[in-house]
């Protein structure tokens, strides 16, 4: 298993980090919100809007 590191946006900015198989798994787990809210840092601090335009812009394999 991987872990790799989703940049998304939407009214902010966010970093996750989330395992997965491939680059395409780690987005889907993103885009379905499956992964620890402790492994995301983002702008805008625990907002309640602004999330239905979300967007993955890139992803980058974590070298450890």
């Known amino acids: 298993m991987k872990l790799y590191k989703v940049y998304t946006k ?3 900015y966010s970093e996750i980090e989330v395992e997965g198989e491939s680059e ?3 987005k889907q ?4 919100g499956d992964y ?3 492994n995301e840092a983002s702008t805008g601090g625990d907002l309640d809007y602004g999330f239905e ?3 993955v ?3 980058k394999e974590v070298l450890e």
Not at 29 to 32: F, I, R, T
Request: glycine share 6%; aromatic share 10%; net charge negative.
């Open 36 to 38: 620890d809210l402790f």
């Open 10 to 12: 939407w009214i902010g």
């Open 29 to 32: 787990k993103v885009l379905e």
């Open 53 to 55: 335009d979300e967007e």
């Open 24 to 26: 395409e798994e780690a």
């Open 57 to 59: 812009l890139d992803i």
